[in-house]
């Protein structure tokens, strides 16, 4: 069965809204409206039956509302996998994670460049000590800041591989969004997957070909980081820079089957 493993999909109240904040932060035209049903048709055009929707609390307050939203999207959404969050100032942490966990919830996402912390955040150990039985995590990491300064970089999330050797992690957009040299010295090869969203039309030729030899293939998950991109547009770029044909873009689909 074939993933997209990174999209995000919003209530129709505030969809448009949250889509135009994704282009105004990072400066881009997107490709979609942010709704379930464009997803879908988009998902259809292209052949990939499941689809992994992310969700992030932007401050403690928002970790119900945003888990309650994926909660919808399970129930309504036969072909979700739906991520819910958290949050390291959200106090009730422990019992969000039951009631997700109950709910059938599988993965979490954390987007410290949003959501106002780093992801060496002592606080968000004990959290992800209690998730690594039950639940994959996806971080998003990097973005323009040096690794130093910014909230996510390869050097934390590596730090995370080190300290939780049973935790089941995504490193979103190649391990590090514009921080792929860092990546590759410190994440590839290492045991967490990378998904390929909103990094095969930036990344350097050099860099991107280095990763893919480093990395064990079955390591790589598709995504398309939906609305911002659309799923089908990394297909040609993987035929196109990484001579791929059609059986190696089915596996890199289908390597999600193992974690879910």
């Known amino acids: 069965m074939k993933f997209d493993v990174h999209t995000h999909i ?14 105004d932060h990072y400066g881009i035209s997107v490709a979609g409206n ?11 055009r292209v052949g990939i039956e499941r689809m992994v929707t992310l969700v992030a609390a932007t401050s403690p307050s928002q970790v119900i509302p945003a888990n309650n939203w994926a909660l919808e999207i399970a129930r ?32 979490l996402k954390f987007h410290a460049d949003f959501q106002g912390f780093r992801m060496d955040d002592p606080r968000l150990l004990p959290i992800i000590e209690a998730a690594a039985p039950d639940f994959v995590m996806l971080f998003h990491v990097g973005d323009r800041l040096p690794p130093d300064q910014n909230p996510s970089c ?16 995504i490193a979103a957009h190649l391990g590090g969004y514009l921080h ?11 045991r967490l997957w990378l998904d390929t969203s909103s990094s095969l039309p930036f990344i350097d030729a050099t860099l991107l070909r280095a990763i893919f030899q480093k990395h064990p293939r079955e390591k790589f998950l598709y995504g ?10 990394d297909v040609p ?23 879910f």
């Open 10 to 23: 919003f209530h129709p109240k505030i969809a448009h809204k949250a889509v135009e904040q994704l282009a």
């Open 34 to 44: 942010g709704m379930a049903d464009d997803l879908i048709a988009r998902l259809d």
């Open 76 to 107: 309504t959404q036969p072909r979700a996998v739906a991520f819910g969050t958290l949050h390291p100032e959200y106090a009730d942490w422990e019992a969000e994670l039951e009631r997700l966990k109950l709910a059938g919830i599988r993965g």
């Open 154 to 169: 390869p050097f934390k999330m590596a730090r995370l591989v080190r300290l939780f050797p049973r935790a089941r992690f």
């Open 180 to 190: 792929w040299q860092w990546a590759l010295e410190v994440l590839a090869g290492k």
């Open 224 to 233: 398309s980081d939906y609305p911002i991109s659309d799923p089908g547009d």
């Open 237 to 259: 770029l993987l035929q196109r820079r990484l001579g791929f044909g059609d059986a190696e873009i089915e596996e890199l689909m289908e390597n999600a089957g193992a974690l």
